[in-house]
């Protein structure tokens, strides 16, 4: 099973400020990643896929980088509605297709 | 636009059988997988398993010998069935579609486990 490792737990942003948060997998992955948004109440929203393609209706300041083992999702300016619980996924060995612990991003 | 809706019993009593069925509004295709995932406090995501258009199947194999997943697609449906619930159990439960990624989810439907 490939353990993924998000980090921070927990990111407090100004509005406005670029957000980074980074996920990192057991072993490669290649670019069988996924970044997924989680609001309040709200069920996970696929934000990225393939590890950098935005999703349908996903803004532009989200992006999302890397291969392999190391991942990193950007929001480049942080909007209060970004407010929310962050997962990434692998996709390349299952079952299980696994997850991270989460990310939580918080507005100061 | 398929969107997905989780139905069934909020409790199930201890060392009983969960039963959830995932209602699809547009068609269970044969390109994607029916998937199940749940959500315990503190513990994140958890794939649980998925089955295809055709009924082939894959688990979680932490969870393998206590989950099927069936489909129905005359009803546009397919359903879970976990065994043997525990207080360990307890859990958000989604229906979602995938294809690698999970790229439609439904909403989600909270299950306790108690006596």
């Known amino acids: 099973e490939i353990i993924m490792t998000q980090s921070p737990a927990t990111l407090s942003v100004s509005p406005g400020e670029r957000a980074t948060l980074s996920c990192r997998a057991s072993?490669?992955?290649?670019?069988?990643l996924a970044w997924y948004q989680q609001k309040p109440g709200q069920s996970p929203r696929l934000l990225i896929y393939g590890a950098s393609a935005r999703a349908s209706g996903i803004p532009a300041r989200f992006s999302g980088s890397g291969s392999g083992t190391e991942f990193t999702l950007t929001i480049s300016s942080v909007q209060p509605e970004d407010v929310a619980l962050y997962h990434c996924q692998q996709y390349r060995n299952w079952p299980p297709y696994t997850f991270g612990q989460g990310t939580k991003l918080e507005i100061k | 636009q398929v969107q997905l809706q989780e139905s069934g019993p909020g409790l199930v009593r201890p060392s009983e059988t969960l039963s959830l069925t995932c209602s699809v509004s547009g068609d269970i295709t044969n390109a994607h997988y029916w998937t199940w995932i749940r959500q315990s406090p503190g513990t994140g995501l958890e794939w649980i398993g998925y089955i295809s258009y055709s009924g082939s199947t894959e688990y979680n194999p932490s969870l393998k010998s206590r989950v099927t997943i069936s489909i129905d697609t005359s009803k546009n449906q397919f359903s879970l069935r976990l065994s043997s619930v525990t207080a360990a159990d307890r859990a958000v439960y989604y229906c979602a579609r995938q294809k690698g990624p999970l790229d439609v989810w439904g909403k989600g439907t909270t299950v306790t486990v108690s006596s």
């Open positions: 072993q490669s992955v290649n670019s069988n």
